[in-house]
């Protein structure tokens, strides 16, 4: 989590939007302004790394950021931790911790989520941008590919929405390959049948029928294809007060 409140409002949100359990603990990162003060914190957080949450404040992710060997320790650790906040961080500085995550994270996409205008940078570096409209104004959800009235609406987005897109756009991959391959294997045995002679089957405009009018439906049906029953789905409590 990322964010500009400071660090005793960003820990109590922490909790209440369930980012930190119940069985973890917090280990707090502050006014760090030594590099040997943060490998001294880091030697201790190592220990903790899966079982405590990292509270992290600006001015010592400002440090960690103007070293490098510092900072690949330190990113190398925190992904481990099962929640981390960094407090009190500007708009630059979200914008460079979600692009290091893009690059650290071995090809995983990264989301990000945001209400205000100190999020835009944030939201056009992720993989995929959230916006939240909110009191804050429209800048966040301007500058996202998804806009949500509120947060309780991402779960839906992500378990239901997304999943669909993601079936719709494997289906229709595969109908592209499957039509090409038709008549790419048509064209094909003709050539063989007759001597392997360099005539085409088909003339120009049937071609351009074929890519374009006559195999058109199955590509606008995906618009209206349901993946899964919606009784079903609406059996898992968590999905269901969301939905």
Known sequence: MLTGDKVETATSISISS????????????????????????????????????L????????????NEDLKMRFFEQAMRAPCVCICRCSPTQKADVTKLMRSLTNGKRVAGIGDGGNDVGM??????GIGIEGKEGMQASLAADFSIKEFGQIKKLILWHGRLSY????????FVFHRGL??????AFFTIMFYFIAIPIYNGYLMMGYSTIYTNLPIFSLVF?????VDS????PPLYKSL
């Not at 294809?225 to 029953?229: S, W």
Request: overall charge negative.
């Open 233 to 236: 789905v609406l059996q898992f």
């Open 18 to 53: 369930g980012l930190k359990s119940r069985k973890n603990q917090l280990f707090f990162m502050r006014e760090l302004t030594s590099g040997n003060e943060i490998h001294a914190k880091l030697d201790i957080f190592i220990n903790y790394a899966t079982t405590c949450c």
């Open 55 to 66: 509270i992290i404040d600006g001015k010592t992710l400002s440090t960690i950021m103007n």
């Open 167 to 174: 079936r719709r756009s494997a289906v229709l991959a595969q």
């Open 225 to 229: 294809d349901e993946d899964a029953d």
């Open 182 to 187: 038709i008549i790419s294997m048509i064209q």
């Open 123 to 128: 939201i056009l570096e992720a993989d995929c």
